[in-house]
DNA sequence: TGGGTGACCATAG
DNA sequence: ACTATGGCCACCC
């Protein structure tokens, strides 16, 4: 079978991201190691670039880089959407950076059946 | 074939 | 807090 990969690989990130409960956020190398850590967290970077375009909405302001800051904020439509998005969650951005992380974090690893 | 880039990550200094 | 380096892997010249 000629399976376009990256396609198949777009749509489990998509769907991991679709599972992160409101007012929780995760990162970009959980998900790729969820996924089984073949393919690197900057392809979890790159699926998310194509996001905005699909039918079913994908979340994408509650996946944040390793530190929780808010690395992918200019690739929305308005860079402070993202932001907004956050804290109409009931999640505190300070300086483009996630407080009281560790709290929020959400973690496939952790919280999915595997 | 090879270099540059990227919504990343880990480690070192 | 910062930079530098190596790994990662797909994309685009």
Redo the contacts with the bound molecule.
């Keep these: 079978m000629n399976l ?3 396609e198949d ?1 777009f749509q489990m990130v998509f769907q991991v991201v679709r599972l992160i409960p409101k007012g929780r956020v995760t ?4 998900i ?1 190691k969820y996924l089984g ?10 699926a ?5 375009s699909q039918k079913k909405k ?1 979340p ?2 509650r ?5 929780g ?1 808010l ?6 439509a308005s860079p402070f959407l ?1 932001q907004e998005l956050l804290e109409k969650e009931g999640v505190k951005v300070v300086n483009d ?1 996630i407080q009281n992380f560790d709290a929020v974090f959400w973690d496939p690893i952790n919280e999915l059946e595997m």
């Design positions: 376009e990969k990256h690989f990162n970009y190398g959980s790729a850590a073949a393919r690197s967290s900057r392809m979890v970077g790159w998310m670039n194509a996001a905005h994908v994408a302001h996946v944040v880089n390793r530190n800051e690395t992918g904020k200019h690739h929305f993202m950076k």
